[in-house]
C-alpha cells in the first residue's frame, strides 16, 4: 500500500495516510516505528513559505511510499521488521528542518545533504530516521 507518512508533533508519532483505495487521504494509524520502500521525500514548498513567515508548523513534509512495516499501540501492519537492522547498519541518519531548507537531508558529520529518494527508510519514534539510498 503507498502511503505518506510524517511525524505528527502533537501526538509524537507517525502519521500513516494512504495514497491509494477508500481511505485515500486519511489518517488510518499513529505508529512508533514504520518501514517504507521505494521512498520520495515531498516537501511543499508553499506551506514552507508560511512556516517561515508564521513560526507555526503544519504538515507541508512526508515520506511517501510503500509501506512495508507498521506499529503503534492500536495498529500492525506487514510485520516484516527482517531489513530493520540492515537499514539501520548501511543507511544514513535523516532530518528535516524547515528553517533550514526545503528538503529532507541526510546527516554526515556536520554536514547536510538534500535527499530526494530512498530505497529503504526507517522512521521510528526513538530518533531513529534512516535511509538507504
Do not use: W
Not at 22 to 31: E, L, T
Not at 72 to 98: M, Q, V, W
Amino acid at each position: 500500500m503507498k502511503c505518506d507518512v510524517y511525524f505528527n508533533l502533537h501526538k509524537k508519532l507517525y502519521s500513516i495516510r494512504p495514497c491509494e483505495g477508500p481511505q485515500k487521504g486519511k489518517v488510518i494509524a499513529h505508529c512508533d516505528s514504520v518501514i517504507l520502500d521505494s521512498v520520495v521525500f515531498r516537501v511543499s514548498e508553499a506551506s514552507r513559505q508560511r512556516v517561515l513567515k508564521t513560526k507555526q508548523k503544519n504538515v507541508h513534509a512526508t515520506a511517501r511510499g510503500i509501506l512495508r512495516h507498521a506499529l503503534g499501540k492500536d495498529f500492525t501492519f506487514a510485520i516484516d521488521e527482517s531489513d530493520s537492522s540492515h537499514i539501520k547498519n548501511n543507511g544514513k541518519r535523516l532530518t528535516y528542518c524547515p528553517y533550514r531548507s526545503g528538503s529532507f537531508q541526510t546527516i554526515e558529520s556536520d554536514t547536510y545533504q538534500d535527499i530526494k529518494t530512498a530505497k529503504s527508510v526507517l522512521l521510528d519514534t526513538s530518533g531513529n530516521k534512516i535511509a538507504v539510498e
